[in-house]
């Protein structure tokens, strides 16, 4: 039942902040992002239903982004879109 309280889940490995965010089904991605004042092109997957989360293989190093947005095709693919190859964009 769901009570509406917030529950502690597992943590990441990486703490990383900029990052894009989508799901498959019951499994959340999160690609590329900023890691200790540095873009990484690292992704990690997190399953909703074992609590836990795995890192995939990273991206090219062509598309370490930041502020991207992650969009699901047929339930299967992940493209990433905009972003910023700068440390620290200008809007």
């Given at each position: 039942?769901?009570?509406?309280?917030?529950?502690?889940?597992?943590?990441?490995?990486?703490?990383?902040?900029?990052?894009?965010?989508?799901?498959?089904?019951?499994?959340l991605y999160l690609v590329g992002g900023t890691h200790m004042n540095a873009n990484t092109a690292r992704c990690e997957q997190y399953n909703?239903?074992?609590n836990k989360w795995c890192?995939?293989?990273?991206?090219?190093?062509?598309?370490y982004h930041t502020y991207?947005?992650?969009?699901?095709?047929?339930?299967?693919?992940?493209f990433s879109f905009g972003g910023s190859e700068k440390l620290h964009p200008t809007h």
């Open positions: 039942m769901n009570t509406g309280e917030l529950v502690q889940r597992a943590y990441r490995e990486s703490m990383r902040y900029a990052f894009g965010v989508c799901n498959i089904g019951h499994l909703i239903l074992t890192t995939l293989d990273f991206l090219l190093p062509t598309l991207l947005d992650l969009k699901v095709l047929q339930k299967r693919y992940i």
